[in-house]
C-alpha cells in the first residue's frame, strides 16, 4: 500500500478527440440517458477512473441508485444492499470503492476486514440509519429479554454490533421466520424501517409471527402518496406500478410488484412493460433504461440527497489520495460482522 500512496499527481481531465473515440461504445450504451453535454464532462473521469482501479488493484461496488455515468460508466458490480454486500465479502481486490452510502461501505468493512474500504463522501448518511442507536437497541433489549432484534442492513455498525442478525429488502421475511424458529418464539423485534416491517407483518401474522417495530423511515420512499399512485395510472392507460417495501403499505398495496431494487429490475427485465412507473429513488429508472430500451420510464422523481452525495469526482479523489477510509471500532466489528453473517447464512 505504501507504493500506492506515492501515485498523487491528477491526471489531465480533458474531454479530447482520444478520449471520445476510447469511450466510444460505453457511450453508446448511455447515450439515451446522458446527454452529450454532461458526456463530454463525464468521460475524462470515467477513462481516470477506470485507468486508476487498475493501478490500484480496486473494484467499485455500486448500489442501483447511483447516477447512471457512476452506474454503468465505472461500477464494477452493481446491485441491491445485499447483493454488494455479499460481492465486498468475495472480492479479492486490495481496495473497496463504495458508490452507495455510508452503512453500506461500514458492511463491506465487515465482511472484508482487511481491504481498504474508502467512502467518497463520509457525509453519505441515510435517515433510516439515523433513526436509531446502539443505546436504543440496548434498551429494548433490557424492555423484551429474549426476542431476537432483527435490523434492517441500513444501520450503523454500532447497532448491528447489538443486534442478533441483519436484513435487507430483499430477504426480510426470510430472516423473520428463520430467526424466530432459531429463538424458538413467535415474537422479533424488528429495527428500524417502520414501513418495510409493516409491508411484511401481514404475511407473516399468517403464520402466526409478531413483529415489534421500530419508527423510523427512509426520507425518500416515505414522500410517495397513493393518490399521487392511482393519478398515475389514470393518465397513463396500462401503467404498471413497480415499488419499493420502504414506501408505505397503503402505495404498496397499489403498486403491481414490491421488492428490494434489484427484484424491481429483475421483475422489469422479465416483464417487459411498455410502460412503468418506478415508485423508488429517480436514478434507478436511468439505469435500467439502459438494459430495457424498449420499456417507457414515467418518472417521479424522488432523489436521495444522500446517494447524490456520491460523484465521479469524489470517487476519482477517494482513489487517487486514498481519502476517507472506513475504520471501525474494534469492539464493535466482530460482532457487528456475525449478524451480517448470519443473514447470509439463514437467505
Ligand atoms: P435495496 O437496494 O437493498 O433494495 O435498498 C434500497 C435502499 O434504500 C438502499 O439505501
Ligand atoms: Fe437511506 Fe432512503 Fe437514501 Fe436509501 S434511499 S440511503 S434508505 S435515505
Known amino acids: 500500500m505504501s507504493e500506492l500512496l506515492q501515485i498523487t499527481e491528477r491526471p489531465r481531465l480533458e474531454y479530447s478527440e482520444e478520449v471520445a473515440?476510447?469511450?466510444l461504445p460505453l457511450y453508446q450504451k448511455v447515450r439515451d440517458v446522458i446527454p452529450p453535454m454532461e458526456w463530454a464532462f463525464h468521460a475524462p473521469y470515467i477513462k481516470a477512473i477506470n485507468e486508476l482501479k487498475k493501478e490500484r488493484n480496486a473494484v467499485i461496488l455500486a448500489h442501483n441508485y447511483m447516477g447512471p455515468e457512476i452506474f454503468h460508466g465505472v461500477?464494477?458490480?452493481?446491485g441491491d444492499s445485499l447483493q454488494l454486500a455479499i460481492e465486498a465479502g468475495r472480492t479479492d481486490a486490495?481496495?473497496?470503492v463504495q458508490a452507495g452510502v455510508h452503512f453500506m461501505a461500514e458492511t463491506s468493512?465487515?465482511?472484508n476486514p482487511e481491504k481498504l474500504v474508502l467512502m467518497p463522501d463520509m457525509e453519505a448518511g441515510c435517515s433510516l440509519a439515523e433513526s436509531i442507536t446502539a443505546e436504543d437497541v440496548r434498551l429494548l433489549?433490557?424492555?423484551q429479554p429474549g426476542l431476537p432484534i432483527v435490523t434492517y442492513i441500513n444501520t450503523s455498525a454500532a447497532v448491528k454490533a447489538e443486534c442478533d442478525v441483519t436484513c435487507t429488502s430483499a430477504n426480510a421475511a426470510n430472516i423473520v421466520r428463520r430467526i424466530a424458529a432459531e429463538f424458538g418464539t413467535r415474537e422479533v423485534i424488528m429495527l428500524p424501517d417502520e414501513y418495510l416491517a409493516k409491508n411484511i407483518a401481514a404475511e407473516l401474522k399468517a403464520e402466526g409471527l409478531k413483529l415489534l417495530i421500530w419508527q423510523g423511515h427512509c426520507e425518500v420512499h416515505e414522500r410517495f402518496r397513493p393518490e399521487d399512485l392511482r393519478t398515475m395510472r389514470g393518465d397513463n392507460p396500462g401503467l404498471k406500478i413497480v415499488a419499493h417495501p420502504e414506501?408505505?403499505?397503503d402505495v404498496i398495496k397499489e403498486a403491481d410488484f414490491a421488492g428490494s431494487t434489484s427484484a424491481m429490475i429483475r421483475w422489469i427485465e422479465e416483464k417487459q412493460p411498455k410502460k412503468v412507473m418506478l415508485v423508488t429513488e429517480c436514478s434507478m429508472s436511468a439505469n435500467i433504461a439502459v438494459t430495457a430500451p424498449s420499456v417507457r420510464f414515467i418518472r417521479p422523481c424522488n432523489l436521495c440527497p444522500h446517494m447524490k452525495r456520491i460523484t465521479l469526482q469524489n470517487i476519482l479523489?477517494?482513489?487517487l489520495y486514498l481519502r476517507n477510509p472506513i475504520e471501525i471500532d474494534e469492539?464493535?466489528?466482530s460482532r457487528a460482522r456475525a449478524a451480517v453473517e448470519r443473514m447470509i447464512r439463514l437467505s
Not at 75 to 78: H, I, L, N, P, S
Request: with cysteine.
Open 21 to 23: 473515440e476510447e469511450l
Open 317 to 319: 479523489d477517494s482513489l
Open 75 to 78: 461500477g464494477d458490480f452493481r
Open 141 to 143: 433489549r433490557e424492555q
Open 94 to 96: 486490495e481496495i473497496i
Open 247 to 249: 414506501c408505505p403499505p
Open 109 to 111: 468493512k465487515l465482511m
Open 331 to 333: 469492539n464493535i466489528v
